[in-house]
Nanobody
Framework: QVQLVESGGGLVQAGGSLRLSCAASGGTFSRYTMGWFRQAPGKEREFVSV????????KSADSVKGRFTISRDNAKNTVSLQMNSLKPEDTAVYYC???????????????WGQGTQVTVSS
């Protein structure tokens, strides 16, 4: 069983930056692919970025490419999401999740954090 706790959310103006972090415990972190997802009010949860267990494979949604960067530190059991050039449409609850596979589909992730709110004002 893996426990995930996100932090770093908040309120930021459009064009600003935030860095989200996710701390993992209770499992072998380095064996899991880690993903970031987000969910805006009234919308389905959507894929943001994913990083493989060895940190050399990453994939991001087209909507965040060039603006968001995912990274992980297996020694510290953390995964981060650096978000730059934020837009109002990035406003959502952001979740980190762990999967045994390098996938972007939320239902294939085994463990989820509680989420952290990101609000981007125009």
């Amino acid at each position: 069983q893996v426990q995930l706790v996100e932090s770093g959310g908040g309120l930021v103006q459009a064009g600003g930056s935030l860095r989200l972090s996710c701390a993992a415990s209770g499992g072998t972190f380095s064996r899991y692919t880690m993903g970031w997802f987000r969910q805006a009010p009234g919308k389905e949860r959507e894929f943001v970025s994913v990083i493989g267990w060895g940190d050399d494979s990453t994939k991001s949604a087209d909507s965040v490419k060039g603006r968001f960067t995912i990274s992980r530190d297996n020694a510290k059991n953390t995964v981060s999401l650096q978000m730059n050039s934020l837009k109002p449409e990035d406003t959502a609850v952001y979740y980190c999740a762990a999967s045994r596979f390098f996938v972007v589909t939320p239902r294939l992730y085994d463990f989820w954090g509680q989420g952290t709110q990101v609000t981007v004002s125009s």
